[in-house]
């Protein structure tokens, strides 16, 4: 509940006592049924006043409005001491006033009426951060680990840097690691929101909360128990439940002067109207005015939105760091994208194999494996994958920045950059693979050109679907990377992007980001240290992997928990739909109070009846504001 309603919510001191009051029935919960009880005790009086009981219907009232004010009032008292006027307040001063003119009946409705409205709102509230509750269930109380030689249950936050896990099929991971024995599949669904499972084998970095679906693993920890992937998502997602929007700023802005302002009206509307007129009736529409008047349904509506859309977005991947960048989310009408690791793989691959005449293309690759197996450049990982089998290699030499070579089968073989040796009779190809966006290594034997391979870094499958998705949806994308512009281009061009900016240092794609800002909103997606400053100088951050670079996340606004291009379509769509929502709510909310004071003030409609209707509006405000929990899946264009 925002502060200008004048409500109190005490943090829970442990994310376990988070998660037992998030799932207490309600039928338990004591903010429920104190004002279900004065509901019922205020129904019990009306049956009791149309029979003719008059005094047990009085004493019915009472006790109604006594337990609907318990709710409220003492907080509201607690606030005015500390020289905050509140909602609350507004609400406590109406049933006084109307309990002194001999409106019981109606005190007793306004306390039922607004304890049960902010009984429901806080259960909405309880609501729509059950999605990032869920996030502290995904690691388990205890694991398995290898101690002595003999395996031993320890407490998972206990679990160091260093310790082998036993995790058995259907065991949730209990912190980062690499697997050190064992092959399995890994459903990561509940932490990334793809529903493919992982394959995984010695070797394989592997996350909290994932589930091994498969065989026996031993998982040695690379993350403390208390400090891991898992554990930076929850932070995060804790930050976003603690810090609100602009438009929540606007809403408090707003209800903050208009609770003195009220006050001061009534207060106007007493005095003069008794100088005028009858006092009694004057200061019963006073009295009806303060309730008119109450902005609550305003100041509860965006927060409420706010936390319902931020918790649904956690549930497919999606964190959000603050309710200010969630509003910002939605203005956003451009985005600027990463090349590496973010539009592609990030794993080069072999993609193409010149040779010359009489030699195979498997004869190129092995002896080229032959040599990179010793190398330390990005390049050599993607050929020795490819070969097929490796020939051992003597004398071997490396050039930094040209290549390296070394004797294979009795043979000198040379492999570097076709910048370094020349290309032959394959230059024309060569040339050819470069503007298709490879990295080409030249292969010589005996001083001879025989070979050239290509090597790329490969688009992720999902890139052209998703650009067309992002302009069908009104939203520019340029790409911006460090890599020459030949390679970028080329693989620009499979993914449908025209606007490229190539060749840039970290400094210089933040520049970029100032010169797209101007035109508007700009995000920037990145997943590396090198994007950090343009992930901060954009007005959103995307950290692509929540598992990802540090640098990366810190310096981002919103984080991907997993690589699947296709969240930034639909976390847009989500984020767009959720700030109409709250213009619808904060419109709303100003409408109530527009229409209700001229009817209260010229009489038109009693204090019951303005109770009703205003205590009704907050509750459609608040059932509106929690359609931002449920979330689409926008069609992606084919």
């Given amino acids: 509940m925002s502060a200008a309603c004048g409500c109190e919510h005490e943090p829970a001191s442990t994310a376990g006592e988070e998660i037992e009051e998030a799932e207490r029935p309600w039928w338990r919960d004591r903010g429920v049924m104190v004002p279900v009880f004065s509901g019922v005790a205020l129904l019990a009086g009306l049956i009791f006043e149309w029979s003719g009981l008059e005094v047990p219907a009085l004493v019915l009232f009472w006790v109604g409005l006594l337990l609907g004010a318990s709710t409220f009032t003492p907080g509201a008292i607690r606030k005015l001491f500390k020289g905050k006027l509140s909602i609350s307040l507004l609400m406590t001063i109406s049933a006084i006033g109307a309990v002194i003119l001999g409106y019981v009946e109606e005190a007793a409705a306004l306390a039922f009426l607004y304890s049960i409205a902010e009984a429901l709102e806080d259960k909405a509230m309880d609501r729509a951060r059950g999605g990032l509750r869920a996030l502290l269930k995904l690691v388990p109380e205890t694991a398995t680990v290898i101690q002595g030689g003999v395996s031993a249950q320890v407490p998972a936050r206990e679990l160091t840097v260093g310790q082998v896990m036993v995790v058995r099929p259907g065991e949730r991971i209990a912190t980062d690691g690499v697997v050190r024995s064992g092959r399995s599949s890994l459903d990561t669904s509940a932490i990334t929101g793809e529903s493919i499972p992982v394959e995984v084998e010695p070797g394989d970095a592997v996350s909290a909360g994932a589930i091994n679906s498969a065989g026996v693993l031993e998982v040695e920890a690379t993350a403390a128990g208390t400090d891991n992937s898992l554990t930076t998502i929850v932070e995060l997602v804790e930050k976003a439940q603690t810090e609100k929007g602009e438009r929540a700023r606007l809403a408090d802005r707003i209800a903050r002067p208009l609770v003195p302002g009220v006050l001061i009206l009534a207060a106007l509307v007493a005095i003069i109207g008794s100088l005028l007129g009858d006092p009694e009736v004057w200061i019963t529409r006073a009295l009806v005015v303060l309730v008119a008047a109450s902005p609550c349904a305003l100041a509860i509506s965006v927060p409420l939105t706010v936390v319902a859309a931020i918790g649904a977005a956690s549930k497919f991947g999606v964190i959000i760091k603050s309710g200010a960048v969630f509003e910002r989310f939605g203005t956003v009408r451009h985005i600027a994208v990463d090349k590496t690791g973010t539009l592609t793989r990030n794993e080069p691959a072999v993609t193409a194999v010149l040779t010359a005449n009489g030699v195979t293309e498997a004869q190129a690759l092995a002896w ?102 992002l302009t069908g949806q009104g939203i520019g994308v340029t790409m911006l990377t460090g890599d020459n512009a030949r390679t970028a281009r080329a693989l620009a061009a499979q993914a449908g992007i025209s606007d490229v900016r190539a060749e840039l240092r970290p400094e210089d794609k933040a520049t970029a ?97 303005v109770v009703l209707v205003h205590e009704v509006a907050e509750v459609i405000v608040i059932l509106n504001g929690l359609r931002a929990a449920r979330t689409r899946t926008p069609r992606l264009e084919s």
Avoid: Y
């Fill in 368 to 469: 080229a494996a032959a040599l990179e197996q010793h190398s330390t450049h990005p390049l050599a990982s993607a050929i020795t994958a490819s070969a097929p089998g490796t020939p051992a290699a003597a004398d071997v030499t490396e050039q930094a920045g040209h290549g390296i070579d070394g004797t294979v089968d009795g043979s000198r073989i040379t492999v570097g950059s076709p910048r370094w040796l020349d290309a032959g009779d394959l230059a024309e190809r060569v040339a050819t693979l470069e503007e298709q966006g490879m990295t080409v290594v030249i292969v010589h034997r005996d001083g001879s050109p025989v070979a050239a391979i290509g090597v790329r870094d490969e688009l992720r499958p999902e890139v052209p679907e998703v650009v067309r998705t």
């Fill in 513 to 609: 980001i100032g010169e797209l800002s101007k035109a508007g909103p700009v995000a920037m997606i990145g997943d590396g240290i090198n994007d950090a400053p343009a992930l901060a100088g954009a007005d959103i951050g995307i950290a692509m992997g929540a598992t990802g670079s540090d640098a990366a996340i810190e310096s981002a606004d919103v984080a991907f928990t997993g690589h699947d291009l296709r969240l930034i379509p639909r976390a847009f769509d989500h984020a767009r739909r959720g700030r109409r929502i709250i213009n619808q709510n904060i419109i709303l909310s100003l409408l109530i109070i527009t229409a209700l004071l001229p009817l209260a003030l010229f009489g038109i409609l009693g204090l019951a009846a």
